[in-house]
C-alpha cells in the first residue's frame, strides 16, 4: 500500500478515503477516471461504477472492488460495515460542496483533513517508478532530435509542434504531458508561450519545451535553439542560463533543501545582470503529474531525498528581445544526481 497504512497510524484515524485519482493509481494500480479508496489496517476497497468491472479487478492489487450507482451511499454503507469511526480525507482535493455532502451522509463519523500526504509519498519513486520515468524521458528524447531536424526559419512554430507531436505518438505516447511550447523571437519572453500561428525568422532564439505522457508517467524538457547565427548577446545570455542550470544541477543531493537548488540558480543569473528576468522557481517533482511535490523555489520547504525525481529549468526572458530556458529533469541519489534528460546542452544553431 506504499505508505498509507502508516499514514493511517500518524493522523490516528481508522481509515484514509481517497479521491484523488492519480493518488488511488498510485496506491492500487488502476487506471480509470472514476474511483475512490478506503483503506483501513486490514482492507482496502475500490469503489468505481459499471465501465470498470473488469478493468479494476484486472489492475487493482491488494484492493478489493465494489461498484457504486450512487458513490456517497455505497462509501457510506462500506464505512459502516468496516465499523470506521475516524476518517482522513484529502483536504487539498474536494470541493465546498462535496465537504458538506460528505459530512451529511458519513454523520457519526469524525472527519479528519489531510493535506497532500499521499502527493509526499509520491515524491520519491520506487524502481519501477524511476524506470517508467526513464523511458518516458528516454521517448521525450527521441522528440527532440525530431525537433531539431524540423526547426528551422521559415516554419510555423504551429505545424512543427504538430509534427513533433505526431512522432511522439508514433513511437508509442500516451499523449502530452502539457501544451507543447515553441516560442520563437519576442515569444520567447512568455515562459509559457505555447506554439503558435508564427513563422520562426532566421536570427531568433526559439524555446521548445515539451513532455510526454508514457504508462502513466510524465517526462519535461527544454532546450532553446538558434535560427542560423547566434548574436553574442544570444550567446551570452544562453551560456548564463546554461551555467546556472549546470550549478543548480551541481547541488542536488539528498538532505538539501529545494529553495537551495533555486538559490544557486538565481545567485547566478542576478550576477549577470538578468536577475529581474527570470521569474519562476527553478523547478519541479515529476510522476504521475507533471508538477508535483517537491517543489523547488525561493518559498520551497521541501528537502531533497534520495528517489526523488525533479526539473532544473532557469531561465532569462526579456520581454521585446525573447527567452532562453534550459530544462532537465534528474534523479537524487545517493551523494548527488544523476541526469535522465539527454539531449545535448551545446547552443544549437539551425
Ligand atoms: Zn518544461
Ligand atoms: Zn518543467
Redesign the pocket.
Known sequence: MRGLRELLEKNAVDAFFVTDIKNIRYLSGFTGSTAYAIVTKDAAWLVTDSRYTAQAKAETKGFKVRLFRKAIETLRELLSELKVKTLAFESNNITYDNLLRLRKAFKGIRLKPVSNAIQRLRAVKDGDEVGLIRASAALLDEGYKRAEAILRPGVVERDAALEIEFSFRSMGAEGLAFDTIIASGERGALPHGKADFKKIKKGELVVV?M?VLKDGYNS???RTYCMGKATSEQKKVYEVVRGAQERALQTLKPGVRASVVDLVARQHIEKAGYGRYFGHGTGHGVGLDIHESPGIGPLSKDVLREGMIV?V?PGIYIPGWGGVRI?DMALVVKGGFEVITTTSKDLRCL
Open positions: 519545451d513532455g519535461d524538457e527544454t526539473t529549468e530544462e
